[in-house]
């Protein structure tokens, strides 16, 4: 049996509400009864269903590297697929491939600019009961994607960039069922 600590430092918001009294016996009991029963988590958790991915070589907006140089970061091959020409729209912001001479490596701490592009999403949402703790929420479906880009010349910076990638997302989109196309700043705190 599972041990429950219903404090707000170990399980987060929902432990914290429960612990101020905020939910009914019936939703904790739900909640219990979810993580006491470890294979219905493991089915629905999109991070063990993930596609393969692919590294992607970058030049990074926050700090200059060597000629020939990049930061190896990865996406999924279905980005890569769709989204790696729009990325590249006006300069090589991502490459696939590394040209005789290139190095690349990974670097700690490190965690380059993203394109987050959600499509699929309702406007109008259907009301569903959650499986974790039985309370009624508001689903939107659709489904993320995202892919990570650098600078394609040495004075872009990330907004520059992140505008002429979106608008090359979006230009090929209906109007009425557009992507929702954000930035996930690159972030260095090395």
Do not use: C, H, W
Not at 93 to 107: D, K, L, M, P, V
Not at 128 to 141: A, D, H, M, N, R
């Amino acid at each position: 049996m599972a041990k429950y600590y219903l404090e707000p430092p170990t399980m987060g918001k929902f432990a914290a509400k429960a612990a101020q009294g905020k939910f009914s016996n019936k939703v904790i009991t739900t909640y219990k009864a979810y993580l006491d029963n470890p294979e219905i988590a493991k089915q629905e958790n999109p991070v063990l269903n993930r596609p393969p991915s692919q590294p992607i070589y970058i030049e990074p907006f926050s700090f200059d590297l060597a000629v020939d140089q990049y930061v190896k970061a990865s996406a999924s091959q279905t980005a890569v697929t769709t989204y790696l020409a729009r990325v590249n729209t006006g300069g090589v912001r991502a490459a696939i491939t590394q040209a005789s001479g290139e190095t690349s490596f990974r670097i700690d701490r490190f965690r380059p600019a993203k394109v987050q592009i959600k499509t699929g999403r309702s406007t109008t949402g259907t009301r569903e009961i959650s499986k974790t703790s039985g309370l009624p929420y508001k689903y939107y479906g659709g489904r993320n994607i995202s892919i990570p880009f650098g600078r394609a010349i040495a004075t872009e910076d990330q907004q520059q960039a992140f505008s002429v990638i979106k608008a090359a997302i979006l230009s090929g989109a209906s109007a009425t069922n557009a992507p929702l196309v954000t930035l996930l700043p690159e972030k260095y705190t090395g």
